[in-house]
């Protein structure tokens, strides 16, 4: 069965980096996009950006356009998020999606890494 | 960049009634819109897809249905299991927004 499992929660101060990973199974990994998505305390589903596991291309939310990366290693069929100059305000807990087969919803979640930015 | 909203942004309503969330693009979409549903202190969930086709184990009482630019997603008998808050997505191009949620409860 497909499987999304993301790394553990982290504590970063701000102005630091912070890298979330998101290692995929149960399916050929090229094959799906993947999206990563984040949830601010209480608030709503955000979405960050998109990469292709086939070729790397990426679509990134404006907001973020030049504090985001994401990447891939087929080699370990796993994703990464890269978050830079992070602020208070993206303590979040941070998912990534596996596009369906069918339509490029999000069909497969990892469990979520919370990200706490505080000094 | 297309908008999504959603209204309402909460509802309550008794076990048994029939439930309808509305979910509008600012552009059209063709029918690339899903819907998510996600439990207190869970990950969301994939009900909906191409707005209307039910992901393979939703229980059949969740219907969607639009195009273009207005959606609708229908509970037709309330359960307590469905407390949740639903949120639909746009996924025809980048960005793929959500809208703001609406939640859901047991009066």
């Known amino acids: 069965q497909v499987q999304m499992v993301q790394s553990g929660a982290e504590v970063k101060k701000p102005g630091a980096s912070v890298k979330v990973s998101c290692k995929a199974s149960g399916y050929t990994f090229t094959t799906y996009g993947i999206s990563w998505v984040r949830q601010a305390p209480g608030q709503g589903l955000e979405w960050m950006g998109w990469i292709s596991a086939y070729n790397g291309n990426t679509n990134y939310a404006q907001k973020l356009q030049g504090r985001v990366t994401m990447t891939t290693d087929t080699s370990t069929s796993t994703a990464y998020m890269e978050l830079r100059s992070l602020r208070s305000d993206d303590t979040a807990v941070y998912y990534c999606?596996?596009?369906?087969?069918?339509?490029?919803?999000?069909?497969?979640w990892g469990q979520g890494t919370l990200v706490t930015v505080s000094s | 960049d297309i908008q999504m909203t959603q209204s309402p942004s909460s509802l309550s309503a008794s076990v048994g009634d029939r439930v309808t969330i509305t979910c509008r693009a600012s552009q059209g979409i063709n029918n690339y819109l899903a819907w998510y549903q996600q439990k207190p202190g869970k990950v969301p969930k994939l009900l909906i897809y191409a707005a209307s086709t039910l992901q393979s184990g939703v229980p059949s009482r969740f219907s969607g249905s639009g195009s273009g630019t207005d959606f609708t997603l229908t509970i037709s008998s309330l359960q307590p299991e469905d407390v949740a808050t639903y949120y639909c997505q746009k996924y025809n191009s980048a960005p793929r927004e959500f809208g703001p949620g609406t939640k859901v409860d047991i009066k």
């Open positions: 999606a596996r596009d369906g087969s069918i339509a490029a919803a999000g069909l497969h």
